[in-house]
Structure formats: C-alpha cells, structure tokens
C-alpha cells in the first residue's frame, strides 16, 4: 500500500503558476504509475496528466497540453506537477493517484490509491 500527500496548491492569478507536490510513502514509489486529476465543484473528478514508472512518458489532457508539466523523482519519492498559464477554468481541487497494475493509465478506475486533494484557485 502508499499513501500520498499533495501540497502546493493556492490562490494565483490567471495567467500565473503553481507547482503541486505529492509526497508517498509505503512501498516502492517506482512500482508505480501516477497521475494528477481534478475536481471543480458540481464537475466530475477528470484527468489531467499521467507518468510511467520510470518518467519516460507522460499523458496529458488536451485542456492542460503545453501548459503544464508532469514529472517524478524516484530517489524522492515525489511526482510534481507544474502548472503555467493558469486560467480560471483550472480551478479545482487536485489529486495525485497512483496505480500499481499499470505503468501509465488515464482513467480514474484504474488508480488504486488517493491522495486528500489540495485547492487550486485561479482568480483575479
């Protein structure tokens, strides 16, 4: 089992960044693929990007595409995720997940382990 931790979040300006953390612990972090997800209030929780085991390949939603950055540090037990050019629709409430049965995986079901969330509030 891991457990995660995200940190980072808060309140930025469009147009600004934000770098979330996710902290795990438990057993070994580089067993695992891992993703970012978000969740608005009254939305579904949805994807938004994904990183093998290794950090060679990472997925991104079409809305987050080239504006923001998923990367892992096994030595650290952390994955990151670095948001630039943020818009008021990225206001969400963002989670890290990991998956222990595939390296890299875009949906929600596919993700065995949770972290509580931190806020993200894009607003002028």
């Known amino acids: 089992q891991v457990q995660l931790g995200e940190s980072g979040g808060g309140l930025v300006q469009p147009g600004g960044s934000l770098r979330l953390s996710c902290a795990a612990s438990?057993?070994?972090?580089?067993?695992?693929?891992m993703g970012w997800f978000r969740q608005a209030p009254g939305k579904e929780r949805e994807f938004v990007a994904a990183?093998?085991?290794?950090?060679?390949?990472?997925y991104y939603a079409d809305s987050v595409k080239g504006r923001f950055t998923i990367s892992r540090d096994n030595s650290k037990n952390t994955v990151y995720l670095q948001m630039n050019s943020l818009k008021p629709e990225d206001t969400a409430v963002y989670y890290c997940?990991?998956?222990?049965?595939?390296?890299?995986?875009?949906?929600?079901?596919?993700?065995?382990?949770w972290g509580q969330g931190t806020q993200v509030t894009v607003s002028s």
């Open positions: 997940a990991a998956a222990d049965r595939f390296s890299i995986a875009t949906s929600r079901g596919l993700y065995n382990y």
């Open positions: 438990g057993r070994t972090f580089s067993n695992y693929g």
């Open positions: 990183i093998n085991r290794s950090g060679g390949s990472t």
